[in-house]
């Protein structure tokens, strides 16, 4: 079989049509990759070019040959990148979460339980979650509800708690509880990669409007800074902190407060028992 350095360059030829742009491309003289060429025709034992004192191209042999060195290179390649995503995949936990607020508790435990994993987040919703958990894109995602499947195992992982935030001088910050519906039609200042709580919020206060901010920095200065009202959560203020300017007011609809659940495949349940475990 030619070497595979020799079909990445008749490849290169066909495409760029001259030698001269095809070594430029590939980084080598003309000298270099005619030698390169005429040693292709020798492992293959047919001639594949015509040549004349001032050009090279390709005869019909030249172009069948690289059409399928073509072919045969886009699948060694497949191949190789599968198996450097099968090697990944041993070396890397991927977690997916319904909210934030898991992936500060989880990653944690996660790094002490698997000390030579790479752990990798990512926020989605919970109908990608199950879909991601069954083709491999998880290995673990944490839902807000607990999945009634046969083929997962689940454990319960934390629950958290919604407040409104409001400003000291609000209309509503002396009060002890609110609900949704009387906030409903205030503009709010809301930060974006939420999870879940933005769907909730949005379908709550339906007449409200929601300024998305998408840096965390800048979305504290602003929250320091401004009379909109925002949202915060009890595991938000115990890892990221509490803003003193602000007061916080219980809300007291059913989906404010919500629990959950840390899921993996049945499948996986030896591997992962330790930290389910760990979580319950």
């Known amino acids: ?40 025709e020798d492992e293959i034992g047919v001639p594949l070019f ?3 004192r001032n050009k090279l191209e390709l005869n019909e042999n030249g172009v069948l040959t690289a059409e399928l060195a073509e072919k045969a290179i886009s699948e060694i390649d497949s191949i190789a990148k599968q198996v450097r995503d099968f090697d990944r995949s041993r070396k890397t936990i991927s977690l997916g979460v319904c909210a934030p607020a898991p992936i500060w508790k989880l990653t944690p435990l996660l790094s ?8 990798k987040t990512e926020i989605a919703d919970e109908t990608e979650l199950l879909e991601g958990l069954h083709n491999g894109q ?26 409104f935030s409001l400003p000291p001088t609000h209309r509503l910050a002396n009060k002890t509880t609110l609900s949704f519906s009387e906030l409903d039609g205030e503009s709010f200042l809301l930060m974006s990669e939420i999870g879940f709580w933005h769907d909730m ?14 840096d965390r920095t800048t979305f504290d200065e602003i929250i320091n800074a401004s009379v909109l009202p925002t949202f915060s959560t009890d595991t938000a203020n115990a890892f990221l902190g ?5 007061v916080e007011v219980p809300i007291t609809d059913e989906e404010a407060e919500v629990h959950y659940f840390l899921v993996c495949l049945k499948d996986n349940e030896k591997q992962f028992r330790q930290l389910l475990e760990g979580t319950a």
């Open 242 to 246: 509490k803003s003193a300017e602000r």
């Open 201 to 214: 919020t949005v379908r709550k206060m339906p007449h409200s409007r929601f300024l998305i901010q998408n």
């Open 112 to 119: 002490q339980l698997y000390p030579t994993m790479t752990i």
């Open 50 to 52: 015509v040549r004349s």
């Open 138 to 163: 998880y290995q673990l995602i944490v839902l807000h509800f607990k999945p009634e499947n046969k083929h997962y195992i689940s454990s319960a992982c934390g629950t958290e708690k919604l407040f």
């Open 1 to 40: 079989m030619p070497e595979l350095y020799l079909m990445r360059q008749l490849v290169a030829f066909k495409e760029y049509g001259t030698l001269s742009e095809a070594a430029e491309r590939l980084y080598l003289s003309q000298p270099a990759l005619s030698r390169n060429m005429r040693k292709l």
